[in-house]
């Protein structure tokens, strides 16, 4: 298909009642909300409910709600918020039950992440990139997927726009550094395996 | 955008300068232009430029790879269907169909999923290449042909372009085509849209599929036309000549134009000549992703002769504006109302 109408077409006509208009809408955002969505958490079953709650929502709420300025920065924003509460819940949960390890953590993930990958480089920087602190990840989320500029990062992650540039040249400083780190084991290795030899 | 702040940046700065960041990821005609020339002037930043473009594109890649399947997009919308209108799902008559129909069920599944997957295989598409709203673009296709994309377009290219065999392209979308004739092979070319299918040898042509209707165009050569739902196929041998199908009601309508003004649109300019006005909206939310609506409707009816540059939706509006002596106003940032 090719693209319909704008989003703030599309979100006037669900504030009149149309459900073809909010299938529209929830088709064109559930991979994109997915994906960011793991830049914070690694729980599919967990973002789906959050997708679901967020989309039950902005029906509750159509006829008293104002057609945001840019639907995108909304629906990622207001998502995140989201999420962010379901996560602490669990954690909180997770806590009364005294249990530890790791929750964000899902095997069989990243194992798809690796196996996707064509190439030796783009497996290598999946994982750096999953080795990120979430906030890292998810800045670069914004910024490489999305396009968004500071000025849109900063309002949907809450922070300043000096905090949203820091924050970006911090994951690209930290990626350089694990790239430089593993060249030198490597080195290490292959002038250990030339003593041998 | 000034080429002197760029004097001492390395792969990191670039990586993180929201310019440059825009150029990867859009490739703008304006940043390209910039970026292109700063590359030729300073030659010895270009290894730090590749860096920073396989950081930036890898890493879209890698974090756009969670997806949705299509089993589970459809779960989920049925999901928040069935919230909104707070009916139980469909599971409970699946549950009480007896074990024999179950299993003819999976077997009827299974078989059509592999009869669907057969045509998949037999032609698959393998580049897409998709117009912005209010954005003209030209491609040149494996065997130079050549593709004016219109705005709000898509063109997806089949894999096989060796020149042996059949070329195959899908239109969604406009599009103006100027397809090379390879005498040797004879390798014909086709053209796919929802609705119909349209095989050339080498000629010139305007095909525009949107929602259920497609509209052909020809400008020179020849073109046969063989419609999705019909059985009989269609000729197209005069410049000028204009077929609409409309795939829901399976009709057929032979029109003559002016292709010249029909397909003015790859100039830039779209031509109206004594066009209704409700034509012209449409057209124009084609082009534009816009909804404009009309508070004296009798006009819309009124036929008009003019022209909006596809690029340009303020010109446009204001074109609009002096022919019909009319205001429009903004109703928000998409929206306008002519009064």
């Known amino acids: 298909m090719t693209k319909g109408l704008h989003d703030q077409v599309l979100w006037n006509d669900i504030r009149q009642g149309s459900e073809q208009a909010f299938s529209e809408l929830y088709f064109r955002y559930d991979d994109i909300l997915l994906s960011y969505g793991y830049t914070l958490i690694k729980d599919r079953e967990l973002i789906k409910d959050s997708i679901q709650e967020l989309f039950l929502d902005i029906w509750k709420r159509r006829n008293t709600s104002l057609v945001p300025e840019k639907v995108n920065r909304y629906l990622l924003k207001a998502f995140r918020r989201l999420l962010l509460r379901r996560i602490n819940q669990d954690k909180k949960k997770l806590k009364e039950k005294e249990t530890t390890g790791d929750i964000t953590e899902n095997p069989e993930e990243d194992h798809l992440i690796a196996q996707e990958s064509e190439n030796h480089q783009h497996k290598y920087l999946s994982q750096m990139i999953s080795t990120l602190p979430n906030r890292q990840r998810e800045i670069i989320y914004l910024k490489y997927y999305q396009g968004f500029t500071y000025e849109e990062i900063a309002l949907i992650m809450g922070i300043q726009h000096e905090a949203a540039w820091n924050l970006l040249s911090r994951a690209i400083g930290k990626l350089r550094e694990q790239a430089i780190d593993v060249k030198h084991i490597l080195c290490l290795f292959l002038s250990f395996l030339w003593f041998f030899f | ?339």
């Open chain 2, 1 to 339: 955008m000034i080429p002197e702040k760029y004097k001492d940046y390395l792969a990191p700065d670039f990586a993180s300068d929201e310019d440059f960041i825009r150029w990867v990821l859009n490739n703008q005609p304006v940043d390209k232009t910039f970026w292109d020339k700063l590359i030729s002037e300073k030659p010895e930043k270009k290894k730090e430029i590749d860096q920073a473009r396989k950081l930036i594109t890898r890493s879209r890649d890698i974090l756009s790879t969670p997806q949705f399947s299509q089993e589970e997009k459809e779960q989920m919308h049925q999901k928040l269907a069935d919230a909104i209108h707070n009916t139980k799902s469909i599971k409970g008559y699946i549950g009480r169909a007896p074990v024999w129909v179950r299993w003819a069920a999976v077997i009827f599944i299974l078989a059509a999923g592999g009869i669907t997957f057969l045509f998949i295989q037999e032609s698959q598409p393998s580049f897409k290449y998709e117009t912005e709203f209010g954005q003209i673009h030209t491609l040149t296709l494996p065997d130079s042909s050549l593709v004016r994309l219109n705005a709000n377009s898509c063109l997806t290219i089949g894999s096989d372009w060796n020149g042996q065999q059949d070329r195959h392209v899908w239109l969604e979308g406009e599009g103006y085509f100027e397809v090379k004739k390879l005498p040797l092979t004879r390798a014909r070319f086709f053209v796919h849209t929802n609705d119909l299918v349209i095989q050339v040898l080498g000629t010139r042509f305007n095909v525009n599929s949107r929602n259920s209707q497609t509209s052909v165009v020809l400008d020179e050569g020849q073109i046969k036309l063989a419609f999705k739902g019909r059985d009989e196929e269609v000729i197209m041998e005069d410049p000028g000549d204009k077929i609409d199908y409309e795939s829901t009601t399976h009709r057929v309508t032979q029109l003559k134009v002016n292709s010249k003004i029909h397909n003015s649109w790859k100039e830039g300019i779209q031509l109206f000549e004594k066009i209704s006005l409700i034509k012209i909206i449409e057209k124009m939310e084609e082009i534009y992703g816009v909804r404009i609506q009309v508070k004296n409707t009798s006009l819309l009816e009124r036929n008009l002769t003019m022209g909006i540059p596809v690029e340009d939706l303020n010109i446009a509006l204001a074109t609009i504006e002096s022919v019909l002596g009319l205001r429009i106003v903004q109703l928000n940032e998409h929206e306008f109302m002519i009064e």
